[in-house]
């Protein structure tokens, strides 16, 4: 569907703010909150949607719509920065530096959606409503809050001739959500051709949790993600001659030898492995009961196991030929891929079943937490949302497009720069998805601090010229 053009009262209100004289130069004005609201919520209204099921084909008219519509929004940042589009619908901008000498950072992220279940929304989830003090709709935190104000930080920056010294890559991608195939897969191909290596890579991870998230997480906390689970995706199928349902055959039926083996996975859950392998100070922080019982600390410490679609029958009187379930582990670091499989295999012990493996990746490799980049991220999280707030490095338990960049940077780390309560990580894929505006303008101020913090050549230096 196509997208209505921004009418040019908006575009004309967003340059007239851009170019607002600002008595402070470091700090993103609280004045500006409205505007930036409103360039997250008109992104929001593209439907910018990654379909998982292949019955349905993906419109990218509102991609190429949106494309065209950041070009309105941030016109300095267009004028000023080099973009290329990589496979028609992700770009890379290149703001250089003018120190050479310096390793480019990136920061990356997406701006395809999940679809949505109109049911549980009580808002239009692509209509951009803003009310209540928050952007509400698909997209305002995972991943349009990312790209809106990662712009909006260039975009202002630039309105005060800021020069930076190292070379700023903004990597968006277009699928990240179907597993960035056509996206960032590409944006990486094409970074690595040029023979560029990066001093950081900075991309979407967990919000920051709100103290009383868990229990035992008595201060907020941001848990800055320095390694990412592997997985395994696979299915398995029984058959059977089939018939009518009044003459059953003397064998089992394929949802009874299917039904034997999904309990067999379901009961025989993954042990955490012998040793962690690395470092969670997220994890360090509780204890081991509370680790073992609390459902989001113990799937960061062990490989997890998930039966996610079950098919077969066409009728209630006709006997099935095929069953197939769809099963997957996200495996932890310390357990091995192709160890896991063959443990598939024996669990199942059935030569009925046929085991089809549709994915598969090693954990990611570990990004220290000593390494200066961390310590520069860290501070500047600090700085925005709080020199209280706990920044801890931990392991990220869901995938992101980061998996593309491990030749690129040994410095990978993965952050959203929002907060959320206990009930808050549900929306990202679910019901009501909404960010604070309040948050939406530490965002902008937390990607401003980052392109400073990150030209200071020496990345030990603390922030003292930011605000
Ligand atoms: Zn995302």
Redesign the pocket.
């Known amino acids: 569907m196509k997208q209505q053009q921004q009418p040019t009262s908006l575009v004309s209100s967003i340059l007239a703010v851009s170019f607002a004289p600002s008595s402070n130069v470091n700090a993103y004005p609280q004045s500006n909150a409205n505007k930036v609201a409103l360039k997250l919520a008109n992104a929001i209204k593209f439907k910018t949607i990654s379909q998982d099921d292949p019955d349905i084909k993906t419109d990218y008219q509102p991609f190429t719509d949106f494309i065209q519509y950041l070009q309105q929004a941030f016109p300095v940042l267009h004028s000023h920065l080099n973009r290329e589009i990589i496979n028609n619908y992700s770009m890379l901008y290149r703001w250089d530096g003018s120190n050479p000498a310096l390793k480019p950072f990136f920061i990356n992220?997406?701006y395809d959606v999940v679809p949505v279940d109109m049911s549980g929304w009580s808002v239009d989830p692509f209509g951009g409503v803003i009310k209540d003090g928050y952007v509400w709709g698909r997209g305002s935190i995972?991943?349009k809050l990312i790209v809106i104000s990662a712009m909006e930080a260039i975009e202002t920056l630039l309105n005060r001739s800021y020069v930076p010294e190292r070379t700023l890559y903004l990597a968006i991608g277009h699928d990240?959500?179907i597993g960035g195939y056509n996206g960032h897969k590409m944006i990486s191909a094409h970074v690595q051709s040029l023979g560029i290596t990066a001093e950081m890579i900075l991309d979407?991870g967990i919000p920051l949790l709100q103290a009383g998230f868990l229990p035992g997480l008595n201060t907020t906390t941001a848990l800055l993600g320095v390694n990412e689970k592997g997985y395994v995706y696979f299915n398995i199928t029984a058959t059977a001659p089939g018939g009518h349902s009044s003459m059953p055959p003397s064998q089992q039926s394929p949802i009874g030898i299917l039904a034997k083996a999904v309990t067999a996975f379901e009961s025989n859950p993954l042990p955490p492995p012998n040793s962690t392998l690395y470092p969670n100070q997220f994890l360090d922080q509780f204890t081991q009961q509370q680790i073992e019982t609390i459902p989001f600390l113990d799937y960061m410490r062990r490989t997890t196991t998930t039966v996610t679609m079950f098919r077969s029958g066409i009728k209630p009187n006709v006997l099935p030929t095929t069953a197939t379930a769809w099963i997957s582990h996200r495996v932890v670091p310390g357990d091995d891929v192709d160890a896991i499989i063959e443990r598939n295999n024996r669990l199942i012990n059935d030569t009925r079943i046929k085991v089809i493996i549709d994915a598969k990746l090693p954990p990611s490799p570990y990004s220290s937490p000593a390494a200066k980049p961390f310590k520069a991220v860290k501070q500047c999280i600090k700085k925005i949302f709080g020199q209280d707030v706990n920044v801890k490095s931990g392991l990220m338990f869901a995938n992101?497009d980061t998996r593309y960049y491990w030749p690129v940077s040994p410095n990978i780390y993965r952050i959203m720069p929002c907060v959320v309560n206990s009930q808050g990580l549900a929306m990202?894929h679910g019901y009501n998805e909404k960010l604070a505006i309040t948050d939406l303008v530490k965002a902008v101020s937390f990607y401003q601090h980052i392109i400073r913090k990150f030209n200071n050549i020496d990345l030990d230096t603390t922030i003292t010229d930011i605000d």
Request: proline share 0%.
């Open positions: 992220c997406h995972d991943n990240e959500e979407e992101t990202l």
